[in-house]
């Protein structure tokens, strides 16, 4: 090109004539101050980093754009504008919103999330008289106040209530401020006054029993009144032999025989009171005749004659059975109190503990505070020795008809004593059998024991002699993944990586400012959260989502070098891995990093 520079002085210009630039300090052309005509293009535009900020441009002269040494970020300023920072523009949040479980029953939430991964929630409390729900996106606030209407009855001589119509009458027909003593009304009424009678002491005191008129069966003869005093009150007269002052009698056989035949029902508690041995037993016989017909003895329980529920209730008011016999069978077995009436519906106020539904499947619940949460099969006799059978669960497609001295049966679960009772011990191991196989006998074949889903912890270790074969994925208690020196590469400056072992320490380097990038495998089954560098200064790290199959990056978060940087969560998949882009400066130290993860 064609430059009329003097002294480092001038315009440069093209071949064709075209201004290019001014330079207007003299310098090395590096650190010259020039002016650019027009557009300018370059495949790099870098600016050098610098401990102070430079001084503001007059009026007229533009502006400036620097980096800071402190943090490595770019910044302009001019005599109009302020110092604004470059590499922080365009950094917005995009936010979504969705419904969410409340913290407690009577709440839900609704949920903005930032493309940031950032939430903040507003709650939603039912309040006195509502419920709550959430279903997807969808809240419903639920009135759960009941209309009540009181209902008054008619008053009677021993409680208030409503006037009746009769009563309301009765009040029409007397007089106001009606006195029972007025001698008008008393005269009008048939009665005599005391100021109507001129012998009023002798009428008074006249005897009135010898006034009344005999009944016509005649008077009481002496001694009837203390007969009758000496009968009790309810006696009958068809107790043909009364002996003895405990009242026992013998009634005739006809009485008998309907005592103890037929059908019974008593209206009324049926209380059975124990003979001399302290029992009290209640037999229930449908084999009278001991043949060996069907016979089918039954306990049931009838509320409002359907056959419902019942409960064994003891002594104590605790009740530990009932037996739900619905129209589709069963039976549960239930615990609790109730109060001394027997008031409390046991049914309601019982906690179940083991029901067996019409298909045979028993379920046994529990609480964390229950001592006893399961199945439990003991062997009693001292005599245990190793290897011998504890007991097992056997199931069965066939009749059911299993010898006692084999588990024969489709499949088996057996327990065998590792340790002699005598010992105190009560070590065991498992065996998990096929049909046929002796109890003594730990042969087992190739389908024996096939593991589909196993959600449980192994501590004590786990052998296998033969092949393992795992549908899905071995998700190891880990998390957090090491990212080591070897797993960063330098990037095209043309420049390696290499560790710096000038001292008695070793670090990772690049050359100059050329950058580094790790590369990083998500474990199947687990998802990327966080990554963090650790180095010696606080450079600029950006982490991508990349594919062994694709050139393309998405980015899930920047941060910088020494701080735990919380990206957009990785899940694991077939392709794809964490790539990280480390910016440091010349010299800067890498030590390594951590990536966090969590089961997906």
């Known amino acids: 090109m064609k430059s009329p520079i003097k002294k480092s002085i001038g315009e440069v210009v093209t071949d064709y004539g075209a201004r290019v630039m001014k330079v207007f300090k003299k310098g090395l052309l590096g650190r010259s101050l020039f002016d650019f005509y027009g557009e300018v293009k370059a495949d790099n535009l870098r600016t050098k980093e610098s401990s102070t900020v430079p001084n503001t441009p007059v009026d007229g002269d533009g502006g400036v754009m620097y980096t800071k040494s402190s943090d490595g970020k770019l910044y302009y300023k001019s005599n109009e504008v302020s110092e604004v920072e470059l590499s922080s523009q365009g950094t917005n949040t995009t936010y979504s919103v969705s419904c969410v479980d409340g913290d407690n029953s009577d709440e839900e939430k609704i949920r903005l999330t930032g493309s940031d991964s950032s939430t903040d929630d507003v709650v939603l409390e039912a309040g006195t008289g509502l419920s709550i729900a959430r279903n997807s996106d969808k809240i419903t606030f639920t009135n759960t106040v009941t209309d009540t209407n009181t209902t008054y009855s008619e008053a009677t001589g021993s409680s208030e209530g409503l006037m009746s119509i009769a009563h309301h009458d009765k009040l029409d027909g007397i007089e106001s401020n009606a006195d029972v003593t007025d001698t008008t009304n008393v005269t009008a009424a048939g009665a005599l006054m005391d100021s109507e009678l001129t012998d009023l002491a002798g009428?008074?005191?006249?005897?009135?029993?010898?006034?009344?008129?005999?009944?016509?069966?005649?008077?009481f003869a002496n001694g009837d009144k203390t007969k009758l005093d000496g009968i009790a009150a309810g006696a009958t007269a068809d107790q043909t032999n009364v002996t003895g002052s405990s009242?026992?009698?013998?009634?005739?056989?006809?009485?008998?025989?309907?005592?103890?035949?037929?059908?019974?029902?008593?209206?009324?508690?049926?209380?059975?009171?124990?003979?001399?041995?302290?029992?009290?037993?209640?037999?229930?016989?449908?084999?009278?005749?001991?043949?060996?017909?069907?016979?089918?003895?039954?306990?049931?329980?009838?509320?409002?004659?359907?056959?419902?529920?019942?409960?064994?209730?003891?002594?104590?008011?605790?009740?530990?059975?009932?037996?739900?016999?619905?129209?589709?069978?069963?039976?549960?077995f239930l615990t609790g109190t109730t109060n001394n009436t027997g008031t409390t519906n046991p049914e309601t106020s019982a906690t179940e503990k083991m029901k067996i539904d019409p298909a045979g499947l028993v379920t046994i619940t529990h609480t964390a505070a229950d001592s006893g949460n399961g199945l439990l099969i003991v062997r009693s006799d001292t005599s245990t020795t190793t290897n011998d059978l504890l007991g097992a669960i056997g199931f069965d497609s066939t009749d059911g008809n299993v010898p006692s001295s084999t588990l024969e049966g489709s499949a088996y679960i057996a327990a065998y004593a590792s340790e002699t009772h005598s010992t105190g011990d009560k070590g065991g191991y498992l065996t998990f059998g096929?049909?046929?196989?002796?109890?003594?006998?730990?042969?087992?074949?190739?389908?024996?024991?096939?593991?589909?889903?196993?959600?449980?912890?192994?501590?004590?270790?786990?052998?296998?002699?033969?092949?393992?074969?795992?549908?899905?994925?071995?998700?190891?208690?880990?998390?957090?993944?090491?990212?080591?020196?070897?797993?960063?590469?330098?990037?095209?400056?043309?420049?390696?990586?290499?560790?710096?072992?000038?001292?008695?320490d070793?670090?990772?380097?690049?050359?100059?400012?050329?950058?580094?990038?790790?590369?990083?495998?998500i474990p199947q089954g687990f998802r990327a959260t966080h990554v963090h560098i650790y180095g010696s200064a606080t450079s600029a790290i950006t982490v991508y989502e990349a594919d062994v199959n694709s050139k393309t990056v998405t980015s899930k978060g920047s941060g910088h070098i020494g701080t735990n940087l919380d990206i957009t969560d990785v899940t694991a998949d077939a392709t794809n891995y964490i790539l990280i882009e480390l910016a440091q400066a010349s010299g800067e130290e890498v030590y390594g990093g951590i990536m966090t993860i969590t089961t997906a």
């Open 203 to 219: 009428v008074k005191g006249v005897t009135i029993s010898t006034l009344q008129v005999k009944p016509s069966e005649g008077a």
């Open 247 to 332: 009242g026992s009698c013998t009634g005739n056989a006809a009485t008998a025989t309907a005592l103890t035949s037929g059908d019974k029902t008593i209206s009324g508690d049926l209380t059975v009171t124990s003979g001399t041995s302290g029992d009290a037993t209640l037999i229930i016989s449908a084999d009278t005749d001991n043949n060996d017909e069907n016979d089918s003895p039954r306990l049931w329980f009838k509320a409002d004659g359907d056959i419902t529920q019942g409960a064994i209730q003891h002594k104590d008011n605790t009740f530990d059975f009932i037996s739900n016999v619905s129209a589709n069978g069963g039976i549960r």
């Open 434 to 504: 096929v049909s046929p196989i002796n109890q003594n006998d730990d042969t087992v074949s190739t389908e024996a024991l096939r593991v589909t889903e196993l959600l449980t912890t192994v501590t004590g270790g786990l052998s296998v002699g033969g092949d393992l074969t795992v549908t899905g994925n071995i998700l190891p208690s880990i998390t957090e993944v090491k990212i080591l020196p070897r797993d960063f590469i330098p990037d095209d400056a043309g420049r390696p990586a290499m560790i710096d072992d000038t001292g008695s």
């Open 506 to 521: 070793r670090w990772l380097e690049s050359h100059g400012t050329a950058k580094l990038y790790a590369n990083v495998e």
